[in-house]
């Protein structure tokens, strides 16, 4: 009868608004075990968003820090994938410093493709080798080839696989696309260490999980911020609301006096 | 203007090489003339000796005196195959003859000997005995410069048999060494090798069809035979190869050549024909299969023994044999500059401390890379960036900077740390990667030594958006004249 369906429909929509209003991350207490904080399942397909090729660092950090959380005995390898035309812009990974996300250099090998075809061909053959753990690709610029489609495919291909893909990508607009988990990071200021309080501590970045949700982990956001978080040894640490400001002591900048020597500099400085 | 080649009709009416074109027109007054294009024979003629590889794998060209005319083939363990020495001579001087060309031949111990023998002696094989074979000649069968022959034939030392035996000091006052070298290399006393055109490969399997075939396709499904037929050879032998080589002979007598390369030892027979798959890929507009290809062999090159690959109940399997073929086919896919790994250098400049190689020819490095106690940054941009820095003089960390035309103010930062000159590397400019990147304004880094210059101070610097920079400023203040601020790194 014509007013069940309208009931039934009702229903439906308070569901649904009822699941959308949910915020991805959700309230809690505690980190889980046996995972870490935001620690994702394997075989995914995510996206890292950071506004603008400036903040290259803090998101390279985050996809290398996830990455080096899915390497395991059976899958030693983890693939870093650029255009030979982005490495002046963005930079390459460097092998001194890849200690503090828990990749031994030797483990990490690059691969620099001429164009964006091939990227995707690299990302495809590397999913399906089985001694890979992740794939790290790291594009400046957007692209026409990677739309909904190159990301189903990849998607399928990394669920069938059991190895992740984490596509780092620069922008403010979000396009769709088929990846289980979206991420936008930005840098914080840090925390500086106990010794030096001018010195930069550890990486401090704001996440958001934009798209997808961590089912059984509970992220505090209870003023519905976004979560900032420290990278350390260990993982992920959650940083509290109080400790935001790393440092708030020393927001202005450094002062000091300017030498003449550079006076003739400061119009091109400031 | 003078000829350079004539044929045995012209040479028949007394025309020789080297006559001036003057003199010849006025000898045979109906001549046909044609000027040489020396580019275009040189090339045609090696592309044509490539076609000899069919013979014996090890094929050359002579340029000792001009860029084409002389092909050298060693023959060391093939003649068999052809029922002897002289039926192989004979076979391939013919084979060249129903082609329309002319062509004399010399089989000897020594390149030397067998071109003497070649071009002024008769065609002839010669096992031992090559000293006296040689004396009769004339002194220019030792290729020779044309100064050089004069100068004996002003001496009265016209037949090489002349020159056994005489002063060595003394022509090689006279001469110059290439003189000596070249009668050593003749006799056999010194050794005179040939570069092949060609890989050198031990182990080939052929196919010939009867009707030539053009499509890559076809050539790629028998490429998987031929891959068969290798890879169970291969096994029987206990051997596996790094090197596969694939030859196509065409029809008109070129040789294309495809080679990929295996990270380790393989005989697996999918993933040969698969990196050539992906090898084919590549070629885009280099593949011309001509009137038709009549001929492909596969053949490997650096064989190594190979034992039987067991994975055992109680063994790890930890995915190295899997990831190598993974790099070897990207290697093939996308050039041997693509795949990298970083490799630890023992050096402080931290732009040399890692190097990137390829994947594919890196050894398998022992030992840890070594612990740096200082923080290094997540990213290296390949070419340091000048930056416009403020910063309290002499060695205070910098509170501004500008950079890519976007200022950034600076809350927090560390350093100096300071990394001084490696002196005994100066002057060697510094690369990070293999394709070098278009050259920053502001200076090079392949300067000389001057430590004042070139020490550098680097700073970890944090602005009020939390980006964490690695900056440095080269020379010291003071020391040197104008201290630079460049932008290595950025941190996470």
Known sequence: MPGDKHAKLDTLRQQITAIAAQPALRDTAHTVVGGGLLATPRGVLHEVYADTPRDGGAALGFALAQAGLLIESGRPAVLYVQMSADAQELGLPYGLGLGLFGLDPRQLVLIRTAGIAELLWAIEEAIACRAVAAIVADIAHPHKALDFTASRRLSLRAAAAGASVLMVRYARDRETSAARYRWRISPVQSRPPPFDDRAPGLPRWQVTLEKGSLDGQHIVSPEGEALVVDWTRHGFARVAADDRTGGARRTAPLSGAISAALGDGLSQAS | ?492
């Open chain 2, 1 to 492: 203007m003078r000829l350079v080649a004539v044929d045995e009709r012209a040479a028949a009416e007394g025309l020789i090489v080297g006559m001036p074109l003057a003199d010849a027109k006025g000898l045979v007054p109906h001549l046909t003339v044609r000027e040489i294009d020396r580019a275009y024979t040189a090339r045609v003629f090696s592309d044509f000796a490539d076609w000899h590889s069919n013979a014996s794998p090890l094929v050359s060209v002579l340029t000792d005196l001009g860029e084409w005319g002389d092909l050298v083939l060693d023959i060391t363990g093939v003649s068999h195959l052809f029922g002897g020495e002289a039926a192989m001579l004979s076979r391939l001087m013919a084979r060249l003859e129903t082609l329309g060309l002319a062509v004399t031949g010399a089989i000897a111990p020594t390149i030397g000997g067998a071109w003497a023998l070649a071009h002024y002696g008769g065609a002839q094989v010669v096992e031992d005995g090559l000293n006296a074979l040689l004396a009769p000649l004339p002194v220019a069968a030792l290729r020779l410069t044309a100064a050089q022959c004069e100068g004996l034939h002003q001496l009265g030392l016209k037949r090489i048999g002349q020159l056994y035996g005489r002063d060595r000091r003394g022509l090689q006052a006279r001469f110059g060494e290439s003189l000596l070298a070249k009668l050593d290399q003749a006799l056999g006393y010194a050794e005179e090798r040939l570069v092949p055109r060609l890989p050198v490969t031990e182990l080939y399997m052929e196919r010939r069809f009867a009707e030539p075939i053009g499509l890559i396709d076809d050539v790629l499904m028998t490429v998987r035979d031929l891959a068969l037929q290798l890879a169970d050879r291969l096994g029987r032998d206990g051997q596996g190869a790094q090197a596969f080589h694939l030859f196509l002979y065409r029809v008109d007598h070129k040789v294309m050549t495809l080679s990929v390369n295996a990270a380790r030892a393989t005989r697996d027979a999918a993933h040969i024909a698969r990196l050539f798959v992906h090898r084919a890929e590549r070629l885009e507009g280099e593949y011309d299969a001509g009137f038709g290809i009549d001929t492909i062999r596969l053949a490997a090159g650096s064989l190594a023994a190979l034992g039987e690959t067991q994975i055992g109940a109680f063994e790890t399997d930890d995915g190295a044999a899997s990831l190598d073929q993974l790099y070897d086919r990207m290697t093939s896919r996308l050039g041997p500059l693509a795949v990298l790994r970083t490799e630890m250098v023992d050096s402080h400049i931290p732009e040399r401390a890692v190097r990137l190689t390829p994947v594919i020819a890196s050894t398998v490095q022992a030992d840890a890379p070594p612990v740096i106690a200082a923080p290094r940054p997540l990213r290296l941009l390949p070419q340091p960036e000048p930056i416009n820095v403020l910063a309290e003089v002499p060695d205070a960390p910098p509170v501004q900077m500008v950079w890519r035309r976007v200022t950034y103010r600076f809350v927090k930062a560390s350093g100096p740390e300071r990394i001084g000159v490696e002196w005994w590397q100066a002057g060697q400019p510094l690369a990070l990667t293999g394709p070098a990147p278009p050259a920053v304004p502001g200076g090079s880094f392949a300067e000389p030594y001057s430590e004042g210059e070139q020490t550098r101070d680097y700073y970890i610097a944090e602005d009020d958006g939390g980006r964490r920079f690695w900056i440095f400023r080269q020379g010291l203040f003071g020391l040197a004249a104008a201290p630079r601020w460049y932008l290595q790194g950025v941190f996470a």
